[in-house]
C-alpha cells in the first residue's frame, strides 16, 4: 500500500487506538514510504493533527528499530489532516484519487455514515488495489449489515474489504489457535462429553471515559458481545482448518457463528444490569443515567451476559455464556473452559474434587490449567494446584496487527461479510426482546462487583470465587 487514509481522524478512536497501533506498527521498519492522510468533519489545524500524531508516535519511537525510527519521524513531519464531508458526493472519491495509489479508506466512523460514504462511492471508478477497512460496529443488524456488504462488494472484491474486529489482533486469541491446533491432548476432549460450559468474560474497571455519544445507542451487547466475543467463542469452537489462511480459517468461524444461536424465553438465556452511582478505583461515578450525553429513555445497558447453544455434534447442550460490562470492581478478561467432572473417584480420596478449568487470559495474556493433584503432606488428600503459563506480550499491539493485514492486503485477521451478518443475527432477537423491555433491567453501584444474584462459578483476576468477581 502507498497510503493510508483514516476517516474519522479527529475522532476518539483515531487517537487512542488507531493511530499507537500503527505507529508500533511502522516503528518495525514495515511499511516504509507510506503516506497518512487523516480526514474528518472537524476544522483540524496543522497543529491540532500534528499533536495527535505526536502522542500517538511517542511511546512507539523508544522501542522503534534504527529504519522504524525514521520512519516514524517521517510521518510525524508529512502526515496531513484535511477537512472531509465524506457524506457530500465525490468528495471522498476526490480525496482518494489525489493519494498515491494504491490507498486502503480506513472508515472509523458510525455505520450510518460509513454506509452513506460507500454508497456515494459507487458513483467512481476506484483505483486499483483499492482497499476498503471499516471499523466495528459493521451496521446496526443484520438487515444493514447485509445492505453494507452489497454496497461494499459493488466496490471492491471480498479480499479487498477488511471489516475490523480487533480481538482479532490480540495475541490471545492468536494464541487459542496455537493451543487448539498444535497439541494433540485438547482435541480429544473439546467437545460436549467432556466440557460442561464455557464463559468468555470482559469486565472492565472503565465507566463511560466520555464517550456516551457513541456509548449510548449501543450497550455492552452491541459494543463488546456483538462481534468481540462472538469471535472470541467462534475460534474456541471452530474445527481445525487445513490452512491458517483467510478461506480456511474464516470458513472456520463462519460455520461456529451460523450454528450458534440463544434459545428463547430470553428471560432465562440473557441478563442485563446499569450501574448506578458509587465509587471506580476511588474516584466517584456518577449514576450511568446522569452521565454526559446520556439519554436515559434509550434503556442502554452497561452490563450484559448471553447464553449462546451451538446446533452441531460436538457442542450440542454445552452453554456458551458470554459477559460484558463496564464499571465493575474488578477487571475480569477471560475465557473458561470448566471440564465435566470425572466418571468415577476413587473411593478413598479425601479433601474436595473440583472440575477442571482452563483459563485463557485476555491481558495479560496468560493460560492457566486447575487441575487436582495429591499433592504434598497427606497422599491421598486431594489439592488442587494451577499449572501456569505467563504467554507474554506480543510485538504488536491488536490495531498494529490488523493494519499489518490491511497494508499487505491479507484479510486473514478481518472479518468476513456473511460473518458479520451471522453476529447480529445471533444477538438482534435480544435486542428486540430488551428494547421491549421483555428482560428486566438489574442494577450495580459502579466500582462494585456486578449486580446481587449475579454470582458466577468460576475465579476472578483477584482470586474471589463467585460473584463478578
Ligand atoms: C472496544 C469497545 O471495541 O473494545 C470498548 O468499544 C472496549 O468499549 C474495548 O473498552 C476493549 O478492548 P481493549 O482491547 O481496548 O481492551
Same mark, same amino acid.
Given at each position: 500500500?502507498?497510503?493510508? %487514509?483514516?476517516? !474519522?481522524?479527529?475522532?476518539?478512536?483515531?487517537?487512542?487506538?488507531?493511530?499507537?497501533?500503527?505507529?508500533?506498527?511502522?516503528?518495525?521498519?514495515?511499511?516504509?514510504?507510506?503516506?497518512?492522510?487523516?480526514?474528518?468533519?472537524?476544522?483540524?489545524?496543522?497543529?491540532?493533527?500534528?499533536?495527535?500524531?505526536?502522542?500517538?508516535?511517542?511511546?512507539?519511537?523508544?522501542?522503534?528499530?534504527?529504519?522504524?525510527?525514521?520512519?516514524?519521524?517521517? +510521518?510525524?513531519?508529512?502526515?496531513?489532516?484535511?477537512?472531509?464531508?465524506?457524506?457530500?458526493?465525490?468528495?471522498?472519491?476526490?480525496?482518494?484519487?489525489?493519494?498515491?495509489?494504491?490507498?486502503?479508506?480506513?472508515?472509523?466512523?458510525?455505520?450510518?455514515?460509513?454506509?452513506?460514504?460507500?454508497?456515494?462511492?459507487?458513483?467512481?471508478?476506484?483505483?486499483? !488495489?483499492?482497499?476498503?477497512?471499516?471499523?466495528?460496529?459493521?451496521?446496526?443488524?443484520?438487515?444493514?449489515?447485509?445492505?453494507?456488504?452489497?454496497?461494499?462488494?459493488?466496490?471492491?472484491?471480498?479480499?479487498?474489504?477488511?471489516?475490523?474486529?480487533?480481538? %482479532?489482533?490480540?495475541?490471545?486469541?492468536?494464541?487459542?489457535?496455537?493451543?487448539?491446533?498444535?497439541?494433540?491432548?485438547?482435541?480429544?476432549?473439546?467437545?460436549?462429553?467432556?466440557?460442561?460450559?464455557?464463559?468468555?468474560?470482559?469486565?472492565?474497571?472503565?465507566?463511560?471515559?466520555?464517550?456516551?455519544?457513541?456509548?449510548?445507542?449501543? !450497550?455492552?451487547?452491541?459494543?463488546?458481545?456483538?462481534?468481540?466475543?462472538?469471535?472470541?467463542?467462534?475460534? +474456541?469452537?471452530?474445527?481445525?482448518?487445513?490452512?491458517?489462511?483467510?478461506?480456511?480459517?474464516?470458513?472456520?468461524? @463462519?460455520?461456529?457463528?451460523?450454528?450458534?444461536?440463544?434459545?428463547?424465553?430470553?428471560?432465562?438465556?440473557?441478563?442485563?444490569?446499569?450501574?448506578?452511582?458509587?465509587? *471506580?478505583?476511588?474516584?466517584?461515578?456518577?449514576?450511568?443515567?446522569?452521565?454526559?450525553?446520556?439519554?436515559?429513555?434509550?434503556?442502554?445497558?452497561?452490563?450484559?451476559? +448471553?447464553?449462546?447453544?451451538?446446533?452441531?455434534?460436538?457442542?450440542?447442550?454445552?452453554?456458551?455464556? *458470554?459477559?460484558?460490562?463496564?464499571?465493575?470492581?474488578?477487571?475480569?478478561?477471560?475465557?473458561?473452559?470448566?471440564?465435566?467432572?470425572?466418571?468415577?473417584?476413587?473411593?478413598?480420596?479425601?479433601?474436595?474434587?473440583?472440575?477442571?478449568?482452563?483459563?485463557?487470559?485476555?491481558?495479560?495474556?496468560?493460560?492457566?490449567?486447575?487441575?487436582?493433584?495429591?499433592?504434598?503432606?497427606?497422599? %491421598?488428600?486431594?489439592?488442587?494446584?494451577?499449572?501456569?503459563?505467563?504467554?507474554?506480550?506480543?510485538?504488536? *499491539?491488536?490495531?498494529?496487527?490488523?493494519?499489518? !493485514?490491511?497494508?499487505?492486503?491479507?484479510?486473514?485477521? @478481518?472479518?468476513?461479510?456473511?460473518?458479520?451478518?451471522?453476529?447480529?443475527?445471533?444477538?438482534?432477537?435480544? %435486542?428486540?426482546?430488551?428494547?421491549?423491555?421483555e428482560v428486566p433491567m438489574d442494577a450495580y453501584p459502579a466500582g462494585s462487583g456486578g449486580p446481587a444474584g449475579w454470582a458466577t462459578s468460576a475465579k476472578g483476576e483477584d482470586g474471589t470465587e463467585g460473584g463478578l468477581k
Amino acid at each position: 500500500m502507498r497510503s493510508l %487514509l483514516i476517516l !474519522g481522524a479527529s475522532g476518539d478512536l483515531t487517537g487512542r487506538l488507531l493511530f499507537p497501533g500503527l505507529a508500533r506498527l511502522l516503528a518495525t521498519g514495515r511499511h516504509a514510504g507510506l503516506t497518512v492522510v487523516g480526514a474528518g468533519s472537524e476544522d483540524w489545524t496543522t497543529d491540532q493533527w500534528s499533536q495527535r500524531v505526536h502522542d500517538a508516535t511517542e511511546d512507539s519511537l523508544k522501542d522503534a528499530t534504527d529504519a522504524g525510527r525514521a520512519e516514524l519521524e517521517r +510521518i510525524r513531519r508529512e502526515s496531513t489532516y484535511e477537512k472531509l464531508d465524506v457524506t457530500a458526493p465525490g468528495a471522498l472519491a476526490g480525496e482518494i484519487a489525489r493519494l498515491p495509489a494504491p490507498v486502503a479508506v480506513y472508515f472509523a466512523l458510525p455505520p450510518a455514515v460509513s454506509q452513506k460514504a460507500c454508497s456515494l462511492l459507487e458513483a467512481s471508478e476506484l483505483p486499483e !488495489g483499492t482497499r476498503l477497512a471499516l471499523e466495528k460496529p459493521f451496521g446496526s443488524s443484520e438487515a444493514s449489515a447485509a445492505e453494507l456488504n452489497n454496497t461494499l462488494r459493488q466496490l471492491v472484491p471480498e479480499s479487498q474489504i477488511h471489516r475490523i474486529d480487533h480481538f %482479532l489482533g490480540k495475541g490471545t486469541v492468536l494464541n487459542i489457535l496455537g493451543l487448539r491446533f498444535a497439541n494433540n491432548f485438547l482435541e480429544p476432549v473439546w467437545n460436549r462429553d467432556h466440557i460442561e460450559k464455557v464463559e468468555i468474560f470482559f469486565d472492565e474497571d472503565l465507566a463511560l471515559e466520555g464517550r456516551a455519544g457513541y456509548y449510548d445507542r449501543a !450497550g455492552a451487547l452491541r459494543d463488546m458481545i456483538q462481534s468481540h466475543l462472538l469471535h472470541v467463542l467462534a475460534i +474456541i469452537a471452530m474445527d481445525a482448518p487445513a490452512r491458517l489462511d483467510e478461506r480456511d480459517l474464516r470458513d472456520g468461524i @463462519s460455520s461456529v457463528l451460523r450454528a450458534a444461536r440463544v434459545e428463547a424465553p430470553f428471560t432465562g438465556s440473557t441478563r442485563r444490569a446499569r450501574y448506578t452511582a458509587g465509587n *471506580l478505583a476511588s474516584r466517584d461515578v456518577p449514576d450511568y443515567t446522569s452521565e454526559p450525553g446520556v439519554d436515559p429513555s434509550r434503556g442502554t445497558e452497561t452490563l450484559a451476559e +448471553i447464553t449462546v447453544t451451538l446446533a452441531s455434534w460436538r457442542w450440542a447442550g454445552v452453554p456458551f455464556i *458470554l459477559r460484558s460490562g463496564k464499571a465493575l470492581g474488578t477487571k475480569r478478561k477471560e475465557a473458561v473452559v470448566t471440564f465435566k467432572p470425572v466418571p468415577h473417584l476413587p473411593e478413598g480420596f479425601r479433601g474436595v474434587d473440583e472440575p477442571n478449568r482452563l483459563r485463557i487470559g485476555f491481558g495479560p495474556d496468560v493460560l492457566q490449567l486447575d487441575v487436582d493433584v495429591n499433592g504434598p503432606g497427606d497422599v %491421598l488428600n486431594l489439592n488442587r494446584v494451577t499449572l501456569d503459563a505467563d504467554l507474554g506480550e506480543t510485538d504488536l *499491539l491488536p490495531y498494529g496487527e490488523v493494519l499489518d !493485514g490491511v497494508l499487505n492486503g491479507d484479510p486473514l485477521l @478481518s472479518v468476513r461479510g456473511d460473518t458479520a451478518e451471522s453476529c447480529w443475527r445471533v444477538v438482534e432477537p435480544v %435486542l428486540n426482546a430488551w428494547a421491549a423491555d421483555e428482560v428486566p433491567m438489574d442494577a450495580y453501584p459502579a466500582g462494585s462487583g456486578g449486580p446481587a444474584g449475579w454470582a458466577t462459578s468460576a475465579k476472578g483476576e483477584d482470586g474471589t470465587e463467585g460473584g463478578l468477581k
